[in-house]
């Protein structure tokens, strides 16, 4: 995706970028649905128009909800007098390794010291309760890579995402939040947010004084590993919130790290599953930059440009066609080609109703492109 | 090798292990030593008759010493009086497994249940020094294999080794010691070989009354790994006798697993990296099983049985040869094919002279084939 179909120049205007902000914080619009909107409708402005009609054809009970143009003014005006700069993806600023996932947040909230986004990143996760011997390794890994060249990518979390953030300070550090960048959690972080903007930085999608709600956090992890060239899990659990970030990073197409530790220790239960699921064993930096390091001098490309199909606004399903599809649909996720198979209607049409379905609230899109009743 | 080359009985009679016996303890034949005389003199027998001789053409300084027939019917009945006996490599109650390595003892003095020793088998192994947690993880892997049918294979030492003995006694434990039968090391496991011997088994290359010698104990890991399917290390130190039962479990082609452990404690240095050359990780009894399961089922074929040769005793170098074949050797290894090349001598003369060389205590005979001046 770039900023804008038409201009050569990919930064966006103060215009697009209101129209961009209206558009992803409208309701039903999901970064995927965005990038959708636009490929069909060639801009931000020309999808706000569409949304209308396309909610009530997919069966909206109440008109889908659109971001008011001035909201998005006074958001945008808040983030300026907080220090914080909206990155649109497709812009030089936007992170590289991030705008090649397929959920790439068309817009984010950088505070602090952009520049570190141009560098290459490793993300150090793990879990909040911690051992001490898990927080100095996650330390000493952050150190260690970020004397290397990377800068370091975690989540602000207690345990090891705070030690590997401390440890990062002097080389570089980069704080995803879930919530808004004025809502720190945990609370007791914000002495730690406050260190890392003085020479790293702190991103979020999400607007400012959004409280971060449970699914935030997993929601929040693609973009952790998404940043990153490779993932290090230090301590984790069975069943943890780093094994999201895990989830993502390898449909991401990421590298994934683990540090073991002794099977009689549940906090290495994860860790030492992973590794027998194949990823790196880490006991020390040099064993990820190792693996990294190919990459690391290679410039990382931006997304190839995809040509931007001709706006296909004028695609209106027969209402036969969409009762067929709606018919098809159920709790159970089902493929976009069996959907069209099954359907027997062409794929633009299939896609059409989905978005219509989609900004009505009534399918849930999920991450393999498969989509559900919501 | 068979027992004998001309009987179809593979078991040795009396006399015939009288002459094993003699010919294994006599100065500067090893097991492989022991193989070549064999297949080159048909007996145990021809093979002592040509002793003198061979050693003298190799440049003995003074006559090898060869054990007296009075001494090895002495340490015969000495064993037979222990309640040890004397298995010979070919004999049915021989390990099948260790049959197959290339440097296999001829006798082993088996003491205790030898029904033990036709069961599949897995090694564990580790750090003299173990940590608790590490001899609960032995214990543990011990009981589980040992449940699932595995007889446990290990080295009677402190620490991992003692754990996995006391954890496998119901199910079936085997001892393999450095020293004779009778000499306990460390002392305080006399108690322990004596829990081990009411329903398990302990063996030894070694004559009873044989003090262990530091050297003698790498040379007794190659039978705890070539008794074993697999070589499971627990704990371990960057440089640890239990790295040296893994390189044998290598060149054996035997498995191996390792237990992983945090990078910060040292005795997890050398599992840790198994792991990173490639060992199979190992929390619980179950991912040893799922790699040996294949061969647990299946019955260890015996080595298969290479046609003896004709002995071949005439082959008498002439003094050119020799002296050729002697300038070429240094106290760096070199394989047996670059000598024959060198040489330009038929290999069946370099192999003699080597033979020669080698009961006049000139040359040694590394693992890989490879031979240096002593």
Known sequence: MRATAASADPRLTDEERI???????????????????????????SALKALPGLAS?????????????????RELAAMRSFGVRLVGLGEPEYPRALARIDDAPPLIAVHGNATLLDRPMVAIVGSRNASAAGAKMAGRLARDLGQAGFA???????????????????????????????????????????SI??????????????????????RRNRLISGLALGLVVVEAARRSGSLITVRFALEQGREVFAVPGSPLDPRAEGTNGLLKQGATLVTEASDVIAVLEPILGRKIEPPAEEPLPAPEPEILPDTEARTRIVALLG????????LVRLAEAPPAIVRTVLLELELAGRVERHRNGSVSTA
Do not use: Q
């Open 152 to 194: 370091i990518v975690s989540g602000l979390a207690r345990g090891i995402d705070a030690a590997a953030h401390r440890a990062s300070l002097p080389s570089g550090t980069i704080a995803v939040l879930a919530g808004g960048l004025d809502c720190i959690y945990p609370p007791e972080h914000a002495d730690l947010l406050e």
């Open 57 to 73: 054809r997919g069966g909206a009970k109440h008109p889908a909800r659109i971001t008011p143009r001035e909201e998005a003014e």
């Open 331 to 338: 709790p159970t996720p089902v493929a976009l080609d069996d």
């Open 19 to 45: 129209d961009w902000l209206r558009l992803i914080r409208s309701e039903n619009v999901g970064p995927r649905t965005f990038g959708t909107l636009l490929r069909y409708y060639g801009s931000a402005r």
């Open 197 to 218: 903007l003085v020479d790293g930085v702190a991103l979020s999608e999400m607007p400012l004084g959004w409280e971060p709600r449970a699914r935030d956090f997993p």
